[in-house]
């Protein structure tokens, strides 16, 4: 079974308004990490959003916000107010355990274009 | 120079040469790690060093041989490589410590072209 399921290949949205793109995951170990990066087409991943298991609230940095709901083991991530420079690809990523690195395992990822 | 820099960005080599990829970490991170990007896969973990021990090689074939001499600097050495190895291979770097988790940070990544 996957690990990490983003269902969504591409999303389109218009520039200024807001999308929701998707991740459930899947683990067993109670301490996990659940973290969203951006890959324009440059090719750079860019680290935007972490949410831990045990975190009571939801993580926010700026106009994105990651929409952690456990019981259902997924972690959406919501970026509002779209700007054209938004459109990349993004991929959600899981860390299992407590180890003393951060070995992390990536979903297919999620093609984003935004509108003017 | 700041963040994780890669060098080349872009190699075309052919099969029975031998090259080698350098990644360089500016953040006094203590883990570096390689992936490899193919089209329409997820990112493959490949390597994992920490504190310059290598920690994690998962399934690796041995044409790809990792070394990182130091905490800042992690080489991908290439030899022999097969069409299929063509991809973008990305170095990332992160400060790890016993039940944290700590967010890693990419390089731009080098495109291989196997011909």
């Known amino acids: 079974a996957q690990k990490i399921t983003q269902t969504q290949p591409g999303m389109f949205v218009q520039e200024k308004e807001a999308v929701t793109l998707d991740c459930t995951y899947d683990?067993?170990?109670?301490?996990?990490?659940l973290f969203w990066y951006k890959q324009p087409s440059s090719g750079e991943m860019i680290f935007l959003i972490y949410q831990g298991s045990y975190d009571q609230q939801n993580a926010t940095e700026g106009r994105y916000s990651l929409n952690f709901q456990k019981a259902r083991k997924s972690a959406n991530l919501v970026i509002s107010a779209s700007q054209l420079g938004d459109s990349a690809m993004y991929f959600c990523a899981m860390r299992e355990g407590s180890s003393g690195y951060s070995t992390l395992t990536f979903g297919k990822g999620t093609m984003l274009l935004v509108s003017p | 120079e700041t963040g994780v820099t890669q060098t080349p960005r872009h190699l075309v080599m052919g099969m029975t040469n031998k090259k080698s990829l350098k990644c360089e970490q500016h953040?006094?991170?203590?883990?570096m790690y390689w992936y490899k990007q193919s089209a329409k896969k997820p990112l493959e973990l490949m390597f994992v060093?920490?504190?310059?021990?290598?920690?994690e090689n998962n399934s690796v074939p041995s044409r790809f041989s990792p070394e990182c001499p130091n905490s800042s600097h992690l080489f991908l050495h290439l030899h022999t490589l097969q069409p299929e190895d063509s991809a973008l291979y990305l170095c990332?770097?992160?400060?790890?410590?016993?039940?944290?988790?700590?967010?890693?940070?990419f390089g731009p990544g080098t495109r291989l072209t196997v011909t």
């Open positions: 953040l006094g991170h203590n883990a």
């Open positions: 683990t067993s170990d109670p301490s996990y990490g």
């Open positions: 060093y920490s504190l310059e021990e290598r920690v």
């Open positions: 990332a770097s992160s400060q790890s410590a016993t039940g944290e988790s700590y967010e890693q940070y």
